[in-house]
């Protein structure tokens, strides 16, 4: 309780790339893609990077430039820490967060990233209200009044684009909000996140670590250097990833088996949302919004009939964005914000789930 979103804003990058244009890279047709999943177009990163997105929603959500909705420009001194959620990293030293941090002179933040998959952005949302809301009352030296929390990722550069399964699924974004600590708001009143075994490997993309160090089991050898990376082999046995690659599928991509993030997803999202409603004693009927994770209109249907609510509860933004990953949820709330269906007073959750499995959902008034 009394940390409330008072901004928040979103980043596309400029070009965009229609099912029709799909088409003529996978054996697909827009039929097929809008109908199996609501998804029309996507965005893909040609110039811009990951950081370039965050700092543009970011600069959105602190007020600094149009779009979003915010209650104030806040300024650079103000913001106390970031956490940035992505899988797809410009860089793993320093943080992104970081990078983030001296491009916006945001000279008072602590920083770090955070990867929960599509999930990205419910945890790094649940971890800073958790860290600002301990700020409050454990001695620290370390205040927390408020908090920058961005989702950010570029699918594009993890998608095998040779493969129709996934490729048609995904695209690039950046969303981000601020929280701040206000006890005489209600804000976020309850967060839930969770785990559980991906048993069929159904969500996985490798990292490409790819210097091998010039040792062996011996010591030092020069030799080994120059050849491949062994220690790969062992966590691709684990995650089934050998077996397509021994099929010619390129190694570092993200592999996904549709109809088990499908099964898992739709028990999620409704998972989630009770468990959020439940702790803070809310019911469904109280929720003006269902903010979730926009991986295919076909889950949040199928959500909204588990759930055995309207579909109109649910913001949708998957028609001309595609599935990206942790920056769904932020870049869809910021929807809600610009096309004004959000009042003051009005509840609402935002969930979502991903690899790993990850799960779980906030629920928030604002
Ligand atoms: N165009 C045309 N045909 C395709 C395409 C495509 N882009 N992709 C797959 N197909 C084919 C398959 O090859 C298969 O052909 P076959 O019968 O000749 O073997 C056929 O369509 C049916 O394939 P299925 O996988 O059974 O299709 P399904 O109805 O399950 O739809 C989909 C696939 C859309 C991926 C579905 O499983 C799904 O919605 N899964 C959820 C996954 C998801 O949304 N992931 C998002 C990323 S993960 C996350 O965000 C949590």
């Known amino acids: 309780m009394g940390c409330a979103i008072i901004g928040c804003g979103k980043a596309l990058p400029?070009?965009?790339?229609?099912?029709?244009?799909?088409?003529?890279?996978?054996?697909?047709?827009?039929e097929w893609i809008s109908k199996r999943t609501g998804i029309k177009s996507r965005k893909v990163a040609i110039t811009e990077t990951t950081t370039d997105l965050a700092e543009?929603?970011?600069?959105?959500?602190?007020?600094?430039?149009?779009?979003?909705?915010?209650e104030r420009r806040i300024n650079p001194e103000e913001i106390d820490l970031v956490i940035l959620s992505t899988v797809t990293a410009d860089v793993l030293v320093p943080s992104n967060a970081a990078i983030?941090?001296?491009?916006?002179?945001?000279?008072?933040?602590a920083c770090f990233d955070l990867n929960a998959a599509c999930?990205?952005?419910?945890?790094?949302?649940?971890?800073?209200?958790?860290?600002?809301?301990?700020?409050?009352?454990?001695?620290?030296?370390?205040?927390?009044?408020?908090?920058?929390?961005?989702?950010?990722?570029?699918?594009?550069?993890?998608?095998?684009?040779?493969?129709?399964?996934?490729?048609?699924?995904?695209?690039?974004?950046?969303?981000?909000?601020?929280?701040?600590?206000d006890p005489s708001r209600p804000g976020i009143l309850s967060t839930y996140i969770a785990n559980e075994d991906d048993v069929?490997?159904?969500?996985?993309?490798?990292?490409?670590?790819?210097?091998?160090p010039p040792f062996d089991e011996e010591g030092v050898n020069?030799?080994?250097?120059?050849?491949?990376?062994?220690?790969?082999?062992?966590?691709?046995?684990?995650?089934?990833?050998?077996e397509s690659l021994e099929a010619g599928a390129p190694r570092n991509v993200l592999r996904m088996n549709g109809q088990q993030v499908?099964?898992?997803?739709?028990?999620?999202?409704?998972?989630?949302?009770?468990?959020?409603?439940?702790?803070?004693?809310?019911?469904?009927?109280?929720?003006?919004?269902?903010?979730?994770?926009?991986?295919?209109?076909?889950?949040?249907?199928?959500?909204?009939r588990r759930m055995?609510?309207?579909?109109?509860?649910?913001?949708?933004?998957?028609?001309?964005?595609?599935?990206s990953s942790g920056a769904s949820v932020p870049m869809a709330l910021s929807d809600a914000y610009e096309q004004g269906i959000l009042k003051k007073g009005d509840k609402v959750v935002l969930v979502a789930f991903g690899g790993g499995f990850t799960l779980g959902a906030v629920l928030y008034e604002v």
């Open 56 to 70: 543009a929603a970011s600069r959105q959500a602190l007020g600094w430039t149009d779009g979003g909705y915010s």
């Open 222 to 242: 020069l030799e080994a250097a120059h050849q491949t990376e062994k220690s790969h082999a062992s966590i691709d046995e684990e995650l089934g990833i050998t």
């Open 200 to 212: 069929h490997n159904s969500l996985t993309c490798p990292m490409p670590l790819d210097v091998v």
């Open 308 to 323: 055995d609510i309207e579909k109109e509860m649910f913001q949708v933004s998957i028609s001309h964005r595609g599935n």
């Open 100 to 109: 983030i941090r001296r491009r916006l002179g945001l000279i008072n933040a």
């Open 14 to 30: 400029a070009l965009d790339v229609t099912n029709d244009d799909m088409a003529k890279l996978v054996e697909t047709s827009d």
């Open 262 to 304: 499908f099964k898992f997803s739709g028990r999620a999202m409704k998972q989630a949302v009770s468990q959020v409603c439940e702790c803070a004693g809310v019911s469904l009927e109280e929720v003006k919004l269902i903010v979730p994770h926009q991986a295919n209109e076909r889950i949040i249907d199928f959500g909204a």
């Open 119 to 181: 999930s990205g952005f419910v945890y790094a949302l649940t971890v800073a209200e958790a860290m600002v809301a301990a700020s409050a009352t454990t001695k620290t030296r370390s205040d927390m009044v408020r908090a920058l929390v961005i989702s950010v990722d570029r699918p594009s550069r993890i998608t095998n684009w040779a493969d129709r399964n996934t490729c048609v699924l995904l695209g690039d974004g950046a969303g981000a909000v601020v929280i701040e600590h």
